[in-house]
């Protein structure tokens, strides 16, 4: 059974830090961080293949950092400068494919899911 599971949520004060770890049970293409904010729709921040490419949003670039540990199966999200705006459920998601051309950050790529971590700011 494909398992997702997401950890390193919590509160914190504006320009501070959180990692975000998400343990993956599944060989995968494609792997991601998406995150929602109340209100707002579901959106790509960070993407990651299998060959180490990653790609990242313009509201994170130069903030946040994609990478795994494939020995110990882990995604991670490294989260500096945090903002009141980065304030969102954060979900790990994996497409669960062999290969590909490239990672896109579109929700209906990506087959596996985990629950969520929320991540507040304040300011």
């Known amino acids: 059974q494909v398992q997702l599971a997401e950890s390193g949520g919590g509160s914190v004060q504006a320009g501070g830090s959180l990692r975000l770890s998400c343990t993956v049970s599944l060989d995968t293409y494609c792997m991601a961080w998406f995150r929602q904010a109340p209100g707002k729709e579901r959106e790509g921040i960070a993407t990651l293949d299998s060959h180490g490419l990653t790609s990242y949003a313009e509201s994170v670039q130069g903030r946040f950092t994609i990478s795994q540990d494939n020995a110990k199966n882990t995604l991670y999200l490294q989260m500096n400068s945090l903002k009141p705006e980065d304030t969102a459920m954060y979900y790990c998601?994996?497409?669960?494919?062999?290969?590909?051309?490239?990672?896109?950050?579109?929700?209906?790529?990506?087959?596996?899911w985990g629950q969520g971590t929320q991540v507040t700011v304040s300011s």
């Open positions: 998601a994996a497409d669960g494919e062999v290969g590909g051309d490239y990672c896109y950050n579109e929700m209906w790529r990506f087959a596996y």
